[in-house]
């Protein structure tokens, strides 16, 4: 019996749990014998998971070990053990979007509706920046784009 099966000269301690000799019968021993068995198969699993764990670190430990080996040998600096650094990096967002230009007719004294001009730069329904982008694109890319 182990630790948690406790033998006393007047009966038997199972689990803190004291079976007197006289209740103790076949039925009973058969239980202990089958709760006795089943511990020992626990036992076992434990100790056989407790080392398929230190085999799997142990892998993985190799792994790292292999993934280095090949860095080195390909002539890539190993893996920084400090933490990585933020970087700004600097981007462009292009994002279709259109300006509303409110050109009230106001009425002047002499009765004729005027209207007031265009933003500086506007000349046609795509905007500066717009036809700036393709103009920069069709020149220094070779893109084919239509103005």
Excluded at 5 to 20: A, R
Excluded at 69 to 94: C, D, H, M, S, T
């Amino acid at each position: 019996m182990h630790c948690w099966v406790e033998k006393k000269l007047n009966g038997e301690t199972v689990c803190g749990i004291e079976i007197p000799v006289e209740e103790r019968t076949p039925l009973v021993e058969s239980m202990l014998r089958v709760i006795e068995q089943l511990w020992e198969e626990n036992q076992e699993l434990r100790c056989e998971d407790q080392r398929l764990r230190l085999g799997n670190q142990q892998l993985q430990q190799r792994v790292e070990q292999l993934e280095e080996e090949i860095l080195r040998l390909k002539g890539f600096p190993e893996k920084p053990n400090r933490p990585l650094r933020p970087r700004a990096v600097q981007q462009l967002r292009v994002e279709p979007y259109n300006i509303k230009h409110h050109r009230k007719p106001e009425r002047s004294p002499n009765g004729r509706f005027l209207t007031a001009s265009l933003a500086e730069g506007v000349t046609s329904h795509f905007g500066p920046t717009l036809q700036q982008c393709v103009l920069y694109r069709h020149l220094h890319n070779h893109s084919h784009f239509a103005l």
